[in-house]
C-alpha cells in the first residue's frame, strides 16, 4: 500500500511538474516576442506592432502563414520557424488574452480628413476607425503605430512582395500613393 501512495505522489508530481514547465515555457517564448513587441505585447516602436489584444485566430494564422513560407517577413520568418505549432497556439492564445491598448497618436486635421475620405476601402472589414474587424481573422488597427500601419500597406502594393490576403492586396493598390500615409496616420489617432 506504501508503494502505490509513493508512485501515486511521484506520478502526480511528474505531471506537474510537466504543467508547470509548459506554463513557464510559453511565458518564456512571449518575453522572446516581448524584445521586439513590448512588454506584455505593447509595442513602443513606431515600425513595430502592438500584438497584445489582436484576436487568437489572426494571431496563430500570421504566425503560421510566416513558419509555412506564406507571407514573407525577413524577421518573423526565421523566429518563428523554430517554434512547434503548439507553442505557436499558445504564445496566439497568450497575446489574444491580453488587452488591447491604443497608442493614439496625434494627427493633424488635414490628415484626419484625408484619411477619412479614403478609409471606405478598409471600413468593411476593420470597421470605421479601425476598432472593430468584422471577424476575428481581422486585425484591430486603432491606435496601432501609424510607420507600422504604413509599411505592411506598402507591403501590400508591392507586387514582389509576399502577401496572403488577397482582398487586402487590392485594396492597397487601389489607394493613391499620397493616401498610405494619410490612411495609416488616420487609424493611428483612433482610440475605439
Not at 523566429?79 to 488574452?97: N, V
Not at 497618436?105 to 476601402?121: H, L
Request: glycine fraction near 8%; aromatic fraction near 8%; charge should be positive.
Amino acid at each position: 500500500m506504501n508503494f502505490k501512495l509513493h508512485w501515486a505522489v511521484a506520478v502526480s508530481g511528474m505531471l506537474m511538474t510537466g504543467v508547470a514547465h509548459s506554463v513557464d515555457n510559453i511565458a518564456g517564448l512571449a518575453s522572446t516576442c516581448n524584445n521586439c513587441h513590448g512588454t506584455g505585447g505593447v509595442s513602443v516602436g513606431h515600425s513595430m506592432p502592438s500584438i497584445a489584444g489582436l484576436s487568437e485566430a489572426y494571431l496563430k494564422n500570421i504566425m503560421m502563414e510566416w513558419k509555412t513560407g506564406a507571407r514573407a517577413s525577413a524577421n518573423m520568418t526565421r523566429l518563428i520557424k523554430g517554434y512547434t505549432d503548439d507553442e505557436i497556439a499558445a504564445l496566439a492564445k497568450y497575446y489574444a488574452s491580453l488587452p488591447w491598448k491604443p497608442v493614439v497618436q496625434p494627427v493633424s486635421a488635414q490628415i484626419m480628413a484625408q484619411g477619412k475620405d479614403v478609409v471606405e476601402r478598409c471600413e468593411t472589414c476593420h470597421g470605421p476607425t479601425g476598432g472593430s474587424p468584422d471577424d476575428a481573422s481581422v486585425p484591430r488597427l486603432n491606435g496601432q503605430w501609424a510607420k507600422y500601419l504604413e509599411l505592411e500597406l506598402m507591403k501590400y502594393r508591392d507586387p514582389g512582395f509576399q502577401m496572403t490576403h488577397k482582398k487586402m492586396t487590392r485594396n492597397a493598390r487601389k489607394l493613391e500613393e499620397g493616401d498610405v500615409s494619410a490612411i495609416s496616420q488616420y487609424f493611428a489617432a483612433q482610440e475605439k
